[in-house]
């Protein structure tokens, strides 16, 4: 919703682009809540290293741990400390990434394509 009245404009203002920057970590968030989702009906999905495993154990910090996987994951930066394990998930982490590269391959090409003055 947000991108639908971001790219028609002819003018690109700060405002149509940190629309697109919230939408972009909107997505990031709602994928987030997605795998905490996901985690609750298949436990044991995600591997967590060592120094994150206490974090994962409390609820509240594992939906942290969820969103910070989730941004590196929609970035394509995979740091690797928190992995997954089963086949679904790890299919939703590929398409994670894959909208968050076309996302950002649109909102350049859309931006790219505005009429020069």
Known sequence: MILRNVF???????DDVLG???SYLLAAASWAHFYSLLDILMPG???V???LAAYFADPRARTGLFVYFSLATI?????????TLRGPMTAFAMFETVFGQFYSTLAIFAVGRRPRA
């Open 20 to 22: 697109a920057v919230c």
């Open 75 to 83: 970035t394509s930066v995979g740091y690797g400390d928190i992995a």
């Open 45 to 47: 999905s995600f591997a």
């Open 49 to 51: 290293s060592p120094e």
């Open 8 to 14: 028609p404009q002819q003018e690109i203002r700060t």
